[in-house]
């Protein structure tokens, strides 16, 4: 079953903690992608990459890390630097060729401060 | 700077009654431009692109680079229409970068 997962669907986190969210595609998707999603904000690009071992900041990168030490993997990490953590996380992944660009996106990751 | 603007939060119609979405755009090249549609306990997924130029559960959007729009319209609303709707711009080499969203309540 193709596809991309997300995981844990429900995530808490006390403050001060830092915490890993997974993403894993089986699409052999060169690129992958983390947004977060706030009501009234719509998606911000937190991460992507490319390929892998190589990752470019988006527009809200502050107070996250990523890895991409395979191509099926882009990991989240949410730091205690990041100072409103509580959102919901999407991730995705699309190809890098020109009109077969369409992103595929997990289910999401509920992330809640406690 | 690249900008993707979906004026309306909240789009409220009655069932059989026309929809439009509207999408601007900011950008300094050849734009690439998607609707992306989130049912309720749904992923996020594509609805259309602009160069595939289909219409898909009856929705259509032409890019009118003149206006910098790429509105979203169907002529008769159903209600398993009602969703959030996302526009997106594309852009070579980098990621997608999304409007505020719309929802869209369609009402019998």
């Known amino acids: 079953d193709g596809g991309i997962t997300q995981s844990p669907k429900y995530l808490f986190r006390k403050e001060g903690q830092n915490v890993t969210l997974s993403c894993e595609q089986n699409?052999?998707?060169?690129?992958m992608y983390w947004y977060r999603q706030d009501p009234g904000q719509g998606l911000r690009l937190i991460y992507y990459s490319q390929i892998v071992n190589d990752f470019q900041k988006g527009d809200i990168a502050e107070g996250y890390s990523v890895s991409r030490e395979k191509k099926e993997s882009f990991p989240l990490t949410v730091t205690s630097a990041q100072k409103n953590p509580t959102a919901f996380y999407l991730c995705?992944?699309?190809?890098?060729?020109?009109?077969?660009?369409?992103?595929?996106f997990g289910q999401g990751t509920r992330l809640t401060v406690v | 700077a690249q900008r993707v603007t979906q004026p309306e939060k909240l789009l409220s119609v009655f069932k059989g009654a026309p929809v439009e979405l509207k999408c601007n755009y900011s950008?300094?090249?050849?734009?690439?431009l998607f609707w992306y549609v989130q049912y309720s306990r749904q992923r996020l997924q594509l609805l259309l692109r602009?160069?595939s130029r289909e219409s898909i559960k009856g929705f259509t959007a032409d890019l009118n680079k003149g206006e910098t729009s790429f509105h979203l319209k169907k002529p008769f609303a159903q209600e398993e229409d009602s969703a959030m709707y996302y526009c997106a711009l594309g852009q070579a080499g980098t990621a997608l970068i999304f409007g505020k969203g719309t929802t869209l309540s369609v009402s019998s």
């Open positions: 995705a992944s699309s190809t890098i060729e020109a009109g077969k660009d369409e992103a595929f």
């Open positions: 602009h160069i």
């Open positions: 950008y300094s090249g050849s734009p690439e």
């Open positions: 699409l052999n998707h060169d690129a």
